[in-house]
């Protein structure tokens, strides 16, 4: 199994605080994603970093944020928690070119937020 | 932009049947990437089986094989000898080839096994 983690991994905050999900890697990839899950919508990608301070935006990107200051850690903010963030939320992790043409992405357990 | 469908929202099968779980998809990309990817109670996403989109041949792990069709842009996965472990949410998902580029899931499908 791909080494990574995510913390907490339940989160029950209030509307309009602050909220920050850190996902954490062992396996060096270069490329890290959020993910949230909702019914009936599957997995759809908030943001993504193709390296350290290179980040992107996803489909999903508007309340939120995100930061890599270490080629381990991902870090993704609610600037102010809204209850339709209310969400499970998925990080994962892909090789960099050269050792997996395919760029297959392995995903951590999960962080179930709750924004009441 | 790329889209993934599956029509299925619920799938049962007996235990040691086989079972067929639908995927269609739809891009103008010649190089990409389908996998499915399977979620049990526990949450966590595993991956089952991918296949490349230049390679004619079905992919194929152990019970789990699929069925791609390229001009149809169809990515069907069969289930061989169901067991009870494999009850689960089964999410097919489509990859544009390149480096960092996102998943797109579809629905998911929630395949239960009958003892």
């Known amino acids: 199994d791909a080494g990574i983690t995510q913390s907490p991994r339940h989160k029950v905050t209030e509307t309009g605080t602050p909220v920050t999900l850190r996902c954490h890697q062992t396996?060096?990839?270069?490329?890290m994603y959020w993910y949230r899950q909702d019914p009936g919508h599957g997995l759809r990608l908030i943001h993504y970093s193709y390296g350290v301070k290179d980040t992107d935006k996803g489909e999903v990107s508007d309340g939120y944020s995100v930061s890599r200051s270490k080629t381990e850690d991902f870090l993704l903010t609610l600037e102010s928690a809204t209850s339709s963030q209310t969400s499970v939320y998925f990080c994962?992790?892909?090789?960099?070119?050269?050792?997996?043409?395919?760029?297959?992405?392995?995903f951590g357990p999960g962080t179930r937020l709750t924004v009441t | 932009a790329q889209t993934v469908t599956q029509s299925q929202p619920e799938m049962s099968v007996q235990e040691a049947e086989t079972v067929t779980l639908s995927c269609t998809y739809d891009?103008?990309?010649?190089?990409?990437?389908l996998f499915w990817y399977k979620q049990p109670p526990s949450r966590q996403m595993i991956l089952v089986i991918r296949q490349e989109a230049y390679k004619q041949q079905n992919a194929t792990e152990n019970r789990f094989s699929v069925n791609f069709q390229k001009a149809a842009k169809s990515f069907s996965l069969k289930i061989s000898d169901s067991q009870l472990g494999d009850a689960a949410m089964y999410f097919c998902a489509y990859r544009r080839g390149g480096g960092a580029q996102k998943l797109v899931f579809g629905q998911g499908t929630r395949l239960t096994i009958n003892p």
């Open positions: 891009t103008s990309e010649s190089d990409y990437y």
């Open positions: 396996e060096n990839h270069r490329y």
């Open positions: 994962a992790i892909s090789e960099s070119a050269g050792r997996s043409e395919t760029y297959e992405q392995y």
